[in-house]
């Protein structure tokens, strides 16, 4: 595990959504890594479509979660 500076804000925002999510800041930290890393190399999806994919890929059926329009509609994501 490594130590990663960030700016004193984006820290601050980091502990706000931390606390928002029910994550620690540290999980917050990598939810936000990960989603940026896979939004940069998956261009031509949404984040819906990735946070679909990443649900599925877990073995959760987004379409037990919450009546979003992509879960709902079946939306076919690569």
Known sequence: MGIVNIEDELH???RKASKASY????AQAA???RIG???ELNPQ???Q???IRELREA???PGDLAPGDA???GERVP
């Open 12 to 14: 601050e925002q980091l």
């Open 23 to 26: 994550r620690s800041i540290n």
């Open 31 to 33: 939810f936000w890594i």
């Open 37 to 39: 890393m896979l939004c």
């Open 45 to 47: 999806l949404t984040f």
């Open 49 to 51: 479509q990735i946070v």
């Open 59 to 61: 073995g959760v059926d």
């Open 71 to 73: 879960a709902r509609s």
